[in-house]
């Protein structure tokens, strides 16, 4: 089969919106996995491996990079390293908070939230205990056994007629931290059954998006700032940006 054939195969169940010699960047649809695990499943890092192999007629084993993941039922963007030197740097850069990523995510609006000022930003301060068996984490105001705290900051960007849509910036990495967060202020994510949301999605995801990273590029030293297409769905795309 020519490469050009193989690639248009690629195309229909994986998007590549950034790429280069270093680093690639794609759109995991919600019900991906980002690398394997228990579940057997074909994970995304090695759908891009093998675009990669094709791509570029590599012989052998195609290096790729895992330096971070998004939630099974989330959509977006995730980065991946091509080379080993961008591995190290971009762990480094996220561990650091150098690489910023934010998040879309329509939630159940609430009649604790304040409409009239919406479009600031807010703080949200919680400490975080996951809980392993249930796969789940739970806030508190204040720290408890085994906590950790959590940041983001996060406003109110757009509505629906039902729903409203939030933009999260992340300030630390936690279990489930802005599943959490968002639902113990009353804003459950639609679909998000696990965090009081009110119903699930017919498909199983929840409308969280993995909307744009932004970081210094780990090689090029070029600013790199990329934004997700958005779900293809009605709900995300009739959204009116009050912005």
């Known amino acids: 089969m020519a490469v050009s054939v193989l690639l248009r195969n690629f195309a229909d169940v994986m998007r590549v919106v950034y790429e280069d010699n270093h680093i690639i960047i794609v759109y995991k649809e919600s019900g991906e996995i980002v690398q394997g695990d ?32 998004l939630d099974r039922p989330v959509s977006g963007l995730v980065v991946f390293a091509r080379t080993s030197k961008a591995l190290t740097r971009l762990n480094k850069m996220f561990a650091g908070n150098e690489v910023h990523k934010t998040y879309w995510a329509i939630v159940q609006p609430s009649k604790n939230i304040d409409t009239a000022d919406e479009g600031e930003w807010h703080t949200l301060e919680h400490w975080l205990v ?83 990273v932004e970081f210094i590029h780990p090689v090029s030293k070029e600013p790199v700032a990329i934004d997700s297409p958005l779900p293809d769905d009605p709900l995300w795309t009739n959204m009116k940006l009050i912005r």
């Not at 579940?39 to 895992?66: H, M, N």
């Not at 068996?133 to 959590?150: F, L, M, R, T």
């Open 130 to 212: 996951r809980n392993e068996q249930q796969n789940k984490s739970y806030a508190y105001d204040h720290e408890v056994p085994h906590s950790k705290k959590a940041t983001l900051r996060y406003r109110i960007i757009g509505h629906s007629d039902r729903y409203s849509l939030a933009e999260v910036r992340l300030l630390t990495g936690r279990h489930h931290q802005i599943r959490c967060q968002l639902s113990t202020i009353g804003l459950p994510i639609k679909g998000d059954l696990k965090y009081g949301a009110r119903r699930s999605n017919p498909d199983g995801s929840i409308s969280l998006l993995s909307r744009h």
């Open 38 to 69: 228990k579940t057997g499943d074909t994970p995304l890092s090695e759908i891009v491996k093998s675009y990669i192999k094709e791509k570029y007629q590599k012989p052998g084993a195609v290096f790729l990079g895992v330096v971070h993941r």
